[in-house]
């Protein structure tokens, strides 16, 4: 159940985003996409944390957040813009745009689980020796 769990809200998640940037009725710069991305991320960790817990490693946990991270990243790619970047030139360079922010997005999940675990979101990992 927890794997769906997760694949269920991020779909819910993946129809916000969708419908939200619809709504707007234009492309959006980069830097806006990726902030949507960063609360994807976000989101997708603490639905991760919250459905499965500790019934994977931490590898494969991650594993799981990139898979639905790029589901989110596919749809946001198609309504970026780079100003000053003509707007044919950004549709032949959308699956760089997309490996740039799964590479950030990457390193992204790492910094914010670590930021959980230091705030106390997620339980704090135990130090080397102790139980």
């Given at each position: 159940?927890?794997?769906?769990?997760?694949?269920?809200?991020?779909?819910?998640?993946?129809?916000?985003?969708?419908?939200?940037?619809?709504?707007?009725?234009?492309?959006?710069?980069?830097?806006?996409?990726?902030?949507?991305?960063?609360?994807?991320?976000?989101?997708?960790?603490?639905?991760?944390?919250?459905?499965?817990?500790?019934?994977?490693?931490?590898?494969?946990?991650?594993?799981?957040a990139?898979?639905?991270?790029?589901?989110?990243?596919?749809?946001?790619?198609?309504?970026?813009?780079?100003?000053y970047?003509?707007?044919?030139?950004?549709?032949?360079?959308?699956?760089?745009?997309?490996?740039?922010?799964m590479?950030?997005?990457?390193?992204?999940?790492?910094?914010?689980?670590?930021?959980?675990?230091?705030?106390?979101?997620?339980?704090p990992?135990?130090?080397?020796?102790?139980?």
């Amino acid at each position: 159940m927890g794997i769906e769990k997760v694949k269920l809200e991020t779909q819910e998640l993946l129809e916000k985003i969708q419908a939200s940037l619809k709504s707007l009725g234009k492309r959006v710069p980069l830097s806006s996409a990726w902030c949507v991305v960063q609360e994807a991320v976000a989101s997708t960790v603490l639905s991760i944390e919250r459905n499965i817990g500790n019934r994977y490693a931490g590898a494969e946990k991650k594993a799981l957040a990139m898979a639905r991270i790029e589901r989110i990243v596919d749809v946001i790619v198609a309504f970026i813009y780079i100003p000053y970047v003509p707007l044919w030139i950004n549709s032949l360079i959308a699956k760089y745009i997309k490996m740039f922010l799964m590479q950030v997005a990457d390193g992204s999940i790492d910094a914010i689980v670590s930021t959980f675990h230091e705030v106390g979101v997620f339980e704090p990992k135990s130090k080397e020796g102790e139980e």
